[in-house]
């Protein structure tokens, strides 16, 4: 079965039974969770997906299909874990669940697996293509026939991402003359790379005015795609690719900008417990992993204001980093926003997956960044990127969204 088994958590190495069993279901985390709050169903619950885990691992679940849907709504965002006394990771449990039910990923995922990690020129080649249809407007002509034939991922897809890149940031990476003696690297996570590439040339700009100079690691993808969709052995095989590439680079900080990606390269060492020679590099690899968000805590950012800050999932409950307040209170006027610290609903492909979900999810967030009032809102991850723009288009257009690194690079210049 294509799942880990064992896990490691806030009180050590565990197998998956006994992580899953630390749950108490005491309900703390109930109101840390956004799908919970947006249908007030127990098993959209943390604690009722631990209970539905367990059950499954136990051989109680008498019809396990019954989980499926309530396992596959789970954001993933971990704030029921930040929430929990026991720090139960029901994140990883719920995808242990998920693994469990669907042993074999499904079709698309494999597909987009196989062309992101082993055919990334393939993958930019097509990616390109339909770039270049977005652009000539082509595809929102072709959205209503998407939906029509079952196809409405793609739709949403296109929806959601409104820009459309001409250029991929490795192209534009690859060309640059590098540090011999770098004093940073940097890890291109597939969002920047693919679909912003403004946010990763802000990052590497920010990073030489304050480190000095850098090299860019050209690396593939992370394998939390793979990870995440059901193929843990793919995700293995991506971190090795990973950690051999940064270890030829010396001993530097690896800086990545998307907080989803950092939290995951953090956590490789997860993936190597039944390889004691992996996990020793896989641990000092993650110990060398920043996210963007703390990089550039400190900074003096230059922004329209008022400001605000969603506190992307995987910065504040994946890796426990607080906000960036010192860079947000140099920008300005700094308006603390309700629920910050609460998934938008972009969550990856969860708001292709679930479209009605995640715009319950998006409108509550959008509503608390309308109370402050704010112009800006600054993030730092990719899907967060996303679905706030798409969301404050159409229901906040006063306010735009920037990553950490864009406000970073920002200082000294007025938006």
Request: proline share 6%; glycine share 8%.
């Amino acid at each position: 079965m294509n799942t880990l088994g064992r896990l490691l958590t806030d009180l050590g190495e565990r197998s998956t039974y006994d992580a899953v069993s630390q749950c108490s279901r005491c309900g703390y985390c109930e109101q840390s969770c956004p799908t919970y709050k947006a249908t007030g169903r127990e098993d959209r619950s943390p604690r009722g997906r631990n209970q539905l885990v367990r059950l499954m691992l136990e051989g109680k679940l008498k019809d396990p299909s019954a989980a499926r849907e309530a396992l596959a709504t789970c954001l993933l965002c971990g704030g029921c874990q930040s929430a929990c006394y026991a720090h139960v990771p029901t994140a990883d449990l719920v995808l242990e669940g998920r693994r469990r039910l669907s042993p074999r990923p499904p079709l698309a995922a494999r597909w987009l697996t196989a062309l992101v990690g082993t055919r990334p020129r393939v993958f930019a080649f097509l990616l390109h293509l339909a770039y270049a249809a977005k652009r000539a407007g082509f595809s929102r002509a072709a959205a209503p026939l998407l939906r029509f034939v079952g196809l409405s991922g793609l739709a949403e897809a296109d929806a959601h991402a409104r820009e459309a890149p001409k250029r991929f940031l490795f192209e534009e990476l690859r060309g640059r003359a590098w540090s011999a003696s770098p004093a940073w690297a940097y890890f291109a996570p597939c969002g920047p790379n693919y679909v912003y590439p403004r946010v990763g040339l802000a990052t590497v700009k920010a990073l030489e005015k304050r480190r000095g100079p850098g090299k860019f690691l050209d690396n593939g993808c992370c394998g939390l795609l793979a990870y995440n969709y059901g193929d843990p052995a793919e995700a293995r095989e991506m971190a090795r690719r990973a950690v051999a590439q940064a270890e030829k680079g010396g001993d530097v900080p690896i800086v990545a900008d998307c907080s989803s990606c950092a939290a995951f390269l953090k956590s490789y060492p997860q993936l190597f417990l039944a390889e004691p020679d992996w996990r020793r590099r896989a641990e000092r690899f993650a110990a060398r992993v920043r996210d963007a968000a703390e990089v550039f805590d400190a900074a003096g950012a230059r922004v329209a204001g008022p400001v605000t800050c969603q506190n992307s999932c995987r910065a504040r409950h994946g890796q426990n980093l607080p906000a960036p307040k010192a860079l947000l209170e140099s920008a300005g006027e700094f308006r603390p926003m309700a629920e910050a610290d609460d998934c938008c609903g972009g969550a990856g492909a969860f708001s292709l997956l679930h479209p009605e979900l995640s715009e319950d999810i998006l409108k509550r967030k959008v509503a608390n960044i309308k109370a402050t009032g704010a112009k800006t809102v600054v993030t730092s991850s990719t899907s967060c990127l996303l679905q706030l723009d798409a969301g404050l288009s159409k229901y906040y257009p006063g306010c735009t969204v920037l990553h950490v690194s864009e406000a970073a690079a920002l200082d000294g210049d007025r938006q």
